[in-house]
């Protein structure tokens, strides 16, 4: 982390789980938990039909709400998709795109990311954008080209002053799920990476001003050192992010000096 330069946010990806009903508990819990005063963003991503109850449940505790997905498209005939304005309308603040679940089970492509993150920020929603390798890409030595290509799709046409809005989240594919967490070497490594091919785009100064996330089998045990790294300005995390003592001590963890 870097507080001095950007923001840190731990943001949570519920994925597929949990239910509206339980979301009034499990923010009680997190903030039995929680730190007093804290010194990041914490925004919780459920799916688009729980993000109001997680905003009125959310409100005194200061939990964002975001979205997990968005069409690329504005409005119309495309049965099943939420547009940015209807999240933006319904109070959402963030939105993840081009999880590797989304590239893997629905096919999404680096030029549909960009769409997407497009046009959350028309909308006034930051984007947190999720780049990433395959095992095989690893094994391969192919790392920092891949994420170097998907991040710089990801952000093309996007200007200086929408980048300020950007979150990029490095969530290597072989570590999400798995209990496989890479290193914080590994991590801050990459991370550092991603912050260079911003730096080659955009110049010095909104590289260092971008909040760059690590994803991939965070919990309360890791959280610590990765977020000690650097280059790494907090966390996009899943399983973890559903237990509530789990997710409060991510977010204790960026206290440290
Ligand atoms: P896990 O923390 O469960 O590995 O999931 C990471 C992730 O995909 C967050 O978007």
Redesign the pocket.
């Known amino acids: 982390m870097n507080r001095k330069y950007r923001k840190t946010v731990i943001?949570?990806?519920w994925?597929m789980n949990m239910l509206a009903s339980e979301i009034k508990p499990f923010i009680e819990q997190l903030k039995e938990n929680m730190p007093k005063t804290r010194a990041c963003d914490v925004v919780l991503?459920t799916p688009a039909v729980m993000i109001p109850a997680m905003i009125k449940a959310g409100k005194e505790c200061k939990v964002a709400a975001g979205g997990q997905d968005v069409s690329k498209f504005e409005k119309g005939a495309y049965t099943g998709e939420v547009s940015a304005s209807q999240l933006a309308d319904i109070g959402a603040k963030y939105c993840?795109v081009g999880?590797?679940?989304r590239r893997q089970y629905h096919g999404e492509d680096d030029m549909l990311v960009n769409a997407k993150a497009k046009a959350l920020l028309a909308k006034g929603i930051n984007p947190i954008i999720?780049v990433g390798e395959s095992l095989e890409q690893r094994e391969m030595d192919l790392t920092m080209e891949y994420v170097a290509y998907q991040v710089k799709a990801a952000l093309n046409g996007i200007d200086a002053t929408q980048l300020r809005r950007c979150i990029i989240?490095y969530?290597p594919i072989w570590?999400?799920?798995?209990?496989k967490?890479a290193t914080a070497e590994q991590a801050q490594e990459v991370c550092e990476g991603i912050r260079a091919v911003v730096r080659k785009i955009y110049g010095a100064r909104p590289a260092r001003a971008v909040s760059i996330l690590y994803?991939?089998?965070?919990?309360a045990k890791n959280a610590y050192e990765l977020l000690a790294q650097p280059d790494i300005d907090g966390?996009?995390?899943?399983?973890?992010?559903l237990k509530p003592a789990d997710f409060a001590t991510i977010i204790a963890a960026t206290n440290q000096e």
């Open positions: 943001a949570g990806n994925k991503c993840i999880h590797s679940e999720c989240a969530e570590a999400i799920g798995t209990g967490t994803g991939g089998s965070m919990n966390g996009l995390i899943g399983g973890a992010s």
